[in-house]
């Protein structure tokens, strides 16, 4: 998943562009899913690639119609990213790996729970650039009058610092679970081993 967010780190400026972006990938994944599991036994093996490429690019071609119709303004801002969509690894990764050896309602809540995922952290990107970049999310100050805007968050290099600042925080978490699971088992291993040397007695 971190792969396919790369080529939408520079689109994602604020909420409302992650948002929508994360939406639009989320369309095209679970829309691709359920096409390409429902025609499963049907797509030769030696073409499957190629195949999943043109239905999702089929669905790429009508979500970037419909963002033009619905919302020109955000369209016009995520530009060539919408397209690209179609290179998504994420997405190709799904279709070959689950959606085309799967049925297709576990397809499906497979493309929802990835794309979800995927949405949030783009929604999560956003959120902070905007923040730190403006003073603001969704357009609403949060930090002030006299906050002072870091412009290099609304700059392609800000989506990387995000973006790391972001890893850095859940490698952290999770090296704190695994010091917490670790400390629990060696307070457990002696009272199991006494118990064990009690059976024995016994």
């Not at 801002?77 to 070959?96: D, H, K, S, T, W």
């Not at 999310?137 to 800000?158: C, E, H, Q, R, S």
């Amino acid at each position: 998943m971190m792969i396919g967010m790369c080529p939408t780190l520079a689109v994602t400026t604020s909420a409302i562009n992650g948002f929508t972006m994360g939406v639009a990938t989320t369309a095209v994944l679970v829309c691709s899913s359920l096409l390409i599991s429902v025609f499963r036994n049907v797509i030769p093996k030696q073409v499957r690639i190629p195949v999943f490429i043109v239905v999702i690019a089929t669905f790429v071609t009508i979500v970037d119609m419909l963002l033009a119709a619905l919302v020109p303004a955000i369209h016009k801002v995520l530009g060539i990213f919408v397209p690209l969509i179609v290179v998504n690894c994420m997405i190709l990764a799904r279709a070959e790996a689950f959606a085309s050896k799967m049925p297709v309602m576990r397809s499906i809540t497979d493309a929802v729970g990835m794309g979800f995922g995927f949405a949030w952290a783009l929604v999560l990107i956003g959120s902070l650039r905007e923040l730190l970049g403006t003073g603001g999310v969704f357009g609403i100050n949060l930090l002030g009058a006299n906050f002072v805007p870091w412009m290099i968050m609304l700059k392609p290099p800000g989506a990387f610092i995000t973006m790391g600042l972001i890893v850095f925080a859940i490698n952290l978490i999770g090296m704190a679970q695994s010091r917490k699971t670790g400390r629990l088992h060696r307070n457990l291993a002696p009272a199991c081993h006494s118990q064990g040397a009690q059976r024995e007695g016994i």
